[in-house]
């Protein structure tokens, strides 16, 4: 059973300091935890199979109607239709290279209750469909292995880039750099909303810990503030963005959103400072939206787009 950490975002307490922050590169050759091309391709697998049932669910659930009424654009629903098929196109490759070694679909719960609300998470998954195999790309060394899983990644970035741009209205990118996650954090994201696997499905990987954020000034679990004071249970708090991890002390139970936060950020709990690793993150993982301008001016309030024990 999860157990649950909590982090607490104060909105009204913007630009107080405490600890002490320290921006790194990430350096992937500090994860003491390995996987093979097999175990990776699984993981891969196991994402694919989750994309593919999200978007085709949401498709029969939603005809053109109900997401032209919902506010989306009339091209929206045909552009997931296309999303639909090259996912399941992903299965496919990916099974047929696995071989008997494939795993299959699981059973899952969307949380979306309308096309804007599907729209929205929809922009979460995509983001870490690409955080994915940035992530798990250091353990491949077959050369086919390598170039097909480039070929999905370019493709599934660019599905995450349309979907937060033209359909949500936001920024399709982060920065210069898409942002890796381990392959623990890349499982804990997706894992949230399979409800039960076949028993042949084994992975070599579990789902950390659950990450909690919530806004006690507003009232909703939707608000957060570059800058802002937050609570925490835990030593220390890693926000990964871009090729960067912002390691941030628990002080008197409080640490400190990064003021540069911008476009998509995760953050986990870890028991180190300097190293946030499958072996040391011991809650997450949170993904946290702070939406900016075309002008490159960070908007005043950001969003938890999704924390896993949250939904």
């Known amino acids: 059973m999860k157990t649950s950490s909590s982090i607490i975002v104060y909105a009204s307490l913007v630009g107080a300091a405490f600890g002490f922050v320290i921006p790194q590169a990430r350096d992937s050759s500090s994860n003491s935890t390995t996987y093979n091309e097999t175990q990776i391709l699984q993981l891969a697998l196991t994402l694919e199979h989750l994309e593919s049932a999200f978007f085709s669910g949401a498709l029969t659930a939603f005809n053109d109607t109900d997401f032209t009424d919902d506010g989306l654009p009339v091209w929206a629903r045909g552009r997931f239709s296309e999303i639909a098929s090259q996912e399941q196109s992903h299965v496919q490759l990916l099974t047929s290279t696995l071989g008997s070694n494939a795993v299959q679909a699981c059973n899952y719960s969307f949380p979306y209750t309308s ?32 170039t097909n899983a480039a070929a999905i990644l370019s493709t599934e970035a660019r599905h995450a880039a349309w979907i937060a741009g033209p359909v949500n209205k936001g920024n399709p990118w982060s920065g210069p750099y898409d942002t890796p996650l381990t392959v623990g954090s890349a499982y804990s994201l997706g894992a949230q909303f399979i409800t039960s696997c076949p028993s042949s499905n ?4 579990n789902a950390f810990p659950s990450l909690t954020l919530s806004n006690t000034t507003l009232g909703q679990p939707s608000s957060v503030t570059a800058g802002n004071n937050v609570t925490v249970e835990g030593q220390y708090v890693a926000f990964f963005s871009g090729l960067n991890t912002t390691f941030v002390q628990v002080s008197n139970g409080q640490v400190v959103i990064p003021s540069d936060s911008m476009g998509t950020s995760y953050a986990v709990l870890t028991n180190s400072n300097g190293t946030a690793t499958d072996d ?32």
Do not use: C, H, W
């Open 280 to 311: 040391t993150i011991t809650a997450g993982v949170a993904v946290l939206q702070f939406p900016y301008g075309s002008g490159g001016d960070l908007e005043t309030n950001g969003r938890m787009e999704m924390a896993e024990a949250m939904m």
């Open 115 to 146: 096309p804007a609300s599907f729209a929205a998470l929809a922009q979460v998954l995509s983001g870490v469909g690409v955080s994915a195999y940035a992530g798990g790309a250091q353990y491949l060394t077959t050369k086919q292995y390598i």
């Open 202 to 205: 084994q992975l070599s990987v």
